[in-house]
């Protein structure tokens, strides 16, 4: 039996027989308990990791991709998918439509881009989780394959998450969505660049989305919040990975403090589109997404902010390893769903 099929098999056994097989050994930091499936995973993702200084973009993007087949659960089916590409500021973005089933009426739509650090991700990755999306909110989803770094450093994503928000507004209707319903969402790198379109909106005095869903976003490029320090190791991601990511992302140290890539630091937020914010408490981008929740709401922003606390970085993309990962799908269809369900 190879590692992929032993890895699956043993993802599928229930939460408490893991709970039994880390009886004694359950990792506790911060005054919160280690998920033992989460627990499992960092383990694995350890062990398969290359050291830092013999990690390659090309690897970790594959990386990145197996795990997803491995763990992001059983394939949901949708009332249509489509693939097509729209113009962005560095020519055509490949982007792809989920609809559930439904009437030919306009659906509302989220805009979603993927995590991955700005280096790696795609709509494949993520299809799991933005299938689960529209099962459980009954609207369309609009997964994004922006231009990623290396190649394209910063600002080519946030351009293009522009473009595609733009395009979901202006021209939607083409393909039967609500162009008056449009919310952005994102998870990790995919999350800041949605809390980046969302200001930038205001910015160009441009109709803003409706709803930010932004999921266990990186805010602030510094790296400075506690959780930083608390979690820097041995919990998934890590700080020597997220330095590397930034390293190709944000190759000068001076683009650290542009608004546009750490939205985190823009110092009024008045006027912003309501949204959720989803942590995971054993991770190192926790406290920054937090802070700006926090932010958010003195600044007047309707939103809300939830931590699952035993869970790691990206657990929402793990559906078929972790219970959490679809309680925290179904929130955030839910909080969505009564979005665009107000007129």
């Given at each position: 039996?190879?590692q ?14 893991f ?15 280690l ?5 499992f ?7 398969q ?29 949708m009332?249509?998918?489509e ?8 020519g ?5 439509l989920?609809?559930p ?11 979603y ?15 799991g ?10 609207f ?10 290396p ?16 395009w ?11 162009t ?5 969402g994102?998870?990790?790198?995919g999350?800041?660049?949605a809390a ?24 602030d ?9 608390t979690?820097a190791?041995g919990?998934?991601l890590?700080?020597e ?16 403090n ?32 937090e802070?700006?929740a ?19 970085h990206?657990?929402m ?8 990962a679809?309680?925290?799908?179904r929130?955030?269809?839910?909080t ?7 007129d």
């Amino acid at each position: 039996m190879n590692q992929e099929k032993l890895v699956k098999i043993i993802a599928s056994l229930p939460d408490g027989l893991f709970n039994l097989l880390y009886i004694g050994r359950r990792i506790k930091k911060d005054k919160q308990l280690l998920n033992a499936k989460a627990q499992f995973l960092c383990s694995i993702v350890e062990k398969q990791s290359l050291p830092i200084e013999e990690e390659t973009v090309e690897n970790t993007r594959l990386q990145m991709e197996s795990l997803s087949d491995l763990l992001s659960g059983e394939t949901v089916p949708m009332g249509s998918i489509e693939n097509f590409t729209i113009d962005g500021p560095l020519g055509d973005i490949p982007v792809r439509l989920y609809k559930p089933e439904t009437d030919d009426s306009p659906l509302p739509v989220l805009v979603y881009f993927h995590g991955g650090g700005f280096i790696r991700g795609s709509i494949n990755s993520h299809d799991g989780l933005c299938r689960r999306l529209v099962q459980y909110g009954g609207f369309a989803v609009l997964s994004v394959d922006y231009h990623l770094a290396p190649e394209y450093p910063f600002p080519a994503a946030v351009d293009d998450a522009y473009a595609a928000f733009d395009w979901a507004r202006s021209n939607g209707q083409s393909k039967g969505l609500d162009t008056g319903k449009v919310a952005v969402g994102g998870d990790s790198s995919g999350g800041n660049l949605a809390a980046v379109v969302a200001q930038d909106t205001l910015r160009n005095g441009t109709p803003s989305p409706v709803f930010q869903l932004l999921l266990y976003p990186t805010t602030d490029a510094n790296f400075t919040a506690p959780s930083h320090r608390t979690f820097a190791n041995g919990f998934f991601l890590t700080a020597e990975r997220m330095h590397w990511y930034r390293g190709h992302y944000l190759p000068d140290p001076a683009l650290w403090n542009d608004e546009r890539a750490s939205p985190g630091l823009k110092e009024n937020l008045e006027g912003l589109a309501p949204a959720l914010i989803i942590t995971a408490g054993f991770d190192p981008l926790r406290d920054e997404a937090e802070d700006y929740a926090s932010r958010l709401k003195n600044a007047g922003v309707p939103m809300g902010v939830i931590r699952h606390e035993g869970m790691v970085h990206g657990f929402m993309s793990l559906s078929g390893l972790l219970e959490d990962a679809d309680k925290a799908i179904r929130t955030a269809a839910d909080t969505l769903k009564t979005i665009f369900s107000k007129d």
